[in-house]
T-cell receptor, first 109, second 113 residues
């Protein structure tokens, strides 16, 4: 079983839609949770981070962590064509990082 | 400009021919790491370094070596590359602050024939 599971998609939504991206994990030692965005032919860039259960909002983006269920989510409101990218969840245990496989998102104008 | 650079960006080589992929950062970060990215497997950590002369294995270290002689540089060495090491490689650096933000390089596309 992988440490981090993420549905690879692809996901295609119309502009303005609400997008929900999810990851599950099996390791209770994960303490920090992150979402990265990766555009084609580029390295990943940090989008959101959190280290506790609950919600964290940043503009159109909301990160949600439920440690009891070992489940994290990223919500994108009013999605834009510029949001088209691959979204990777990431988690940290000690000094090691574990990434999901990434979900490919396309927002259609 | 704060950045992580990798060289080469693209490399095609043959089985068994030793190669080195360089990584350099100009942000004075203590933490540096190498990842490989493969379809269906995502981004997997190969090695990481907490500081000069301190390196540790990640999830998939077999077939790779690293060194950290200077804070800014963290080369990845493949002593005897094999076709299963064909992949997209990323170097990253971080201060490992509360947000755990890692800054990634542009990637190195390696093909081993």
């Amino acid at each position: 079983q992988k440490e981090v599971e993420q549905d690879p998609g692809p996901l295609s939504v119309p502009e303005g839609a609400i997008v929900s991206l999810n990851c599950t994990y099996s390791n209770s030692a994960f303490q920090y949770f992150m979402w990265y965005r990766q555009y084609s032919r580029k390295g990943p860039e940090l989008l959101m981070y959190t280290y506790s259960s609950g919600n964290k909002e940043d503009g159109r983006f909301t990160a949600q962590v439920d440690k009891s269920s070992k489940y994290i989510s990223l919500f994108i409101r009013d999605s834009q064509p510029s949001d088209s990218a691959t979204y990777l969840c990431a988690m940290r245990s000690g000094n090691q990082f574990y990434f999901g496989t990434g979900t490919s998102l396309t927002v259609i104008p | 400009e704060a950045q992580v650079t990798q060289n080469p960006r693209y490399l095609i080589t043959v089985t068994g021919k030793k190669l080195t992929v360089t990584c350099s950062q100009n942000m004075n970060h203590e933490y540096m790491s190498w990842y490989r990215q493969d379809p269906g497997l995502g981004l997997r950590q190969i090695y990481y370094s907490m500081n000069v002369e301190v390196t540790d294995k990640g999830d998939v270290p077999e077939g790779y070596k690293v060194s950290r002689k200077e804070k800014r540089n963290f080369p990845l060495i493949l002593e005897s590359p094999s076709p299963n090491q064909t992949s997209l490689y990323f170097c990253a650096s971080s201060v490992l602050g509360l947000n755990n933000e890692q800054f990634f390089g542009p990637g190195t596309r390696l093909t081993v024939l």
